[in-house]
């Protein structure tokens, strides 16, 4: 694929991961796309022939790269778990805020949309929070119960998220952080 091509295909999978945080996987109609992207409804087709699913289950995975590729640096510079979940939820909320309170997690809205209904999809958000869980249990090495946590640390962000989103406020995302802190002493 040349370059223009390249273009093309990512200015497709910004506009549907906007739309789709913005406004989940309804909120992310192929016109809606094209109109976002500003692309020709032929390149739709050509870049993602098996049409809306294929499109969300690459942004889904594409953002799901960028928050890990985050999460990542994030792990790397921190001294503690405790201080590497604190700067995740900073993170998050910084973004969020930054957004007017409409980006929260760029996977929750297409999970609790399409996890039950759409195998694909459901796939797609499953490995992204695998890969999440990951990094988080690979900062929990040496504790015995790093599995557990990891997939209750994933949790309580991604519910401090909602909440945050829902009320318009970094408060949730404050006391989960304070609380996972005094988990992790």
């Known amino acids: 694929m040349g370059v223009k091509g390249t273009e093309t295909r990512d200015r497709m999978l910004d506009a549907t991961q906007e739309l789709i945080e913005t406004g989940g996987y309804s909120g992310a109609g192929l016109n809606q796309v094209i109109a976002a992207s500003g692309t020709p409804r032929g390149s739709l087709y ?41 700067a995740v939820l900073r993170s998050l909320g910084d973004r969020l805020e ?7 997690c760029p996977v929750a809205t297409v999970a609790l949309e399409t996890a039950s209904t759409n195998d ?29 946590l990891a997939v209750l640390i994933l949790a ?30």
């Open 46 to 86: 050509f870049h993602f022939p098996g049409g809306k699913d294929q499109l969300v289950g690459e942004s889904v995975r594409r953002a799901g790269r960028t928050i890990g590729d985050a999460l990542e640096g994030l792990a790397d510079s921190s001294a503690s778990a405790a201080e590497f979940v604190d």
């Open 120 to 148: 694909p999809l459901q796939e797609a958000c499953s490995e992204v929070y695998a890969s999440w869980e990951a990094t988080l249990r690979a900062r929990l090495t040496g504790r015995p119960d790093a599995d557990d």
């Open 156 to 185: 309580l962000v991604e519910g401090a998220l909602l909440l945050a989103r829902t009320h318009r406020s970094r408060e949730p995302l404050d006391g989960v952080a304070r609380q996972i802190g005094v988990l992790l002493r």
């Open 98 to 104: 930054e957004s007017g309170w409409r980006k929260g």
